[in-house]
């Protein structure tokens, strides 16, 4: 193997990673946008027809249920980063 084909090798690696990490980062921002925009501002009359525990469902989700999936988005980053990083070979551990 030649300095350059290495040099090359790393390279498409590097690009390989920083795609499925900007796949990553792209599909955790649109399903923030459709969690806080959409579900919290747009859909919010429309969920309001359904009560969930006494509360409208658009209230609820506007100041409970995003909250919920915002950390649940933290974790799936995390573990779905954890994964890209193994398979590229950048892993910490």
């Known amino acids: 193997m030649t300095v350059n084909s290495a040099d090359s090798a790393r390279a498409t690696q590097r690009n390989s990673y920083w795609r ?3 796949r990553l980062i792209m599909l955790c921002l649109v399903i923030w946008f459709v969690v806080s925009y959409g579900f919290g501002i747009l859909l919010v009359d429309q969920m309001n027809a359904i009560n969930l525990g ?3 469902l658009g209230f609820w989700f506007a100041q409970q249920g995003s909250i919920y999936v915002f950390v649940v ?10 994964v890209i990083d193994r398979q590229h070979g950048v892993h910490e551990d």
Request: aromatic share 24%; hydrophobic share 60%.
């Open 20 to 22: 499925a990490s900007l």
């Open 54 to 56: 006494g509360f409208k």
């Open 73 to 82: 988005l933290i974790f799936f980053y995390a573990m779905r980063m954890n």
